[in-house]
């Protein structure tokens, strides 16, 4: 199986996916670990893909979404962006309300505290 293919299928399988270096309990760049960081703390499921165990997946997934940086978040197939993106949609609310439309289960007083941490 391809890159290309084995990245469909993961994002096609999972309703949320962060390809990142490291993994979501060991992040491995500061960038990745803020976005696993947020989406922990909300109480969001969702794969890792670490990025760092395979070439051609790192090279592969930034292809895919033609998105030169890693971190990459995606939301029930959408690409949703890296961790400058992800984290203003955080500070905005954005976030939660993709979550919402999605379907998606998280914790809306976690994502609220990191809103006022920041504000």
């Not at 962060?18 to 992040?27: I, N, Q």
């Not at 998105?67 to 500070?91: A, N, R, S």
Request: with cysteine; aromatic share 8%.
């Amino acid at each position: 199986m391809s890159a290309q293919d084995q990245i469909r299928e993961t994002i096609e399988k999972n309703a949320v996916v962060l390809f990142m270096k490291g993994t979501k309990e060991m992040p491995q760049c500061g960038f990745s670990s803020r976005v696993a960081g947020v989406l922990n703390f909300m109480g969001v499921e969702f794969a890792d893909v670490n990025v760092l165990a395979d070439a051609e997946i790192r090279q592969g997934i930034k292809d895919f979404s033609d998105w030169p940086t890693i971190p990459q978040l995606y939301v029930k197939g959408e690409f949703v962006g890296g961790c400058d993106i992800v984290t203003e949609m955080t500070l905005s609310g954005e976030l939660d309300q993709l979550f919402a439309d999605k379907g998606i289960s998280y914790n809306h007083d976690a994502a609220e505290q990191i809103r006022a941490a920041n504000a």
